[in-house]
């Protein structure tokens, strides 16, 4: 089993800035692909960001420019800075994480963490 632990979300004004980390743990397996993902109310979960082992990015055009995924592999830990936040960027962001153990890949989801732009 892969435990995830997110921290950083708040409330912040417009055009303001957040940094969330997600740390992962567990023992015998290796993490492989990383990612960021929100749901706003009445809205359907969608990818913000994703990062693999080698360290290729992919964004979703809402926030390229704005936000930048990052992982530090010997912490297990990404990260997602998020700036210029605008309203619309308000909603939970779950950490998501693939992993594999052996010949099995698993796919784990943080609890989620609240992030609020104001107006």
């Known amino acids: 089993q892969v435990q995830l632990v997110e921290s950083g979300g708040g409330l912040v004004q417009a055009g303001g800035s957040l940094r969330l980390s997600c740390a992962a743990s567990g023992s015998s397996f290796s993490i492989n692909a990383m990612g960021w993902y929100r749901q706003a109310p009445g809205k359907q979960r969608e990818l913000v960001a994703t990062i693999t082992s080698g360290g290729s990015t992919n964004y979703a055009d809402s926030v390229k420019g704005r936000f930048t995924i990052s992982r530090d592999n010997a912490k297990n830990t990404v990260y997602l800075q998020m700036n210029s936040l605008k309203p619309e960027d308000t909603a939970v962001y779950y950490c998501?994480?693939?992993?594999?153990?052996?010949?099995?890949?698993?796919?784990?989801w943080g609890q989620g963490t609240q992030v609020t732009v104001s107006s």
């Open positions: 998501n994480v693939q992993a594999r153990r052996s010949v099995y890949e698993f796919v784990y």
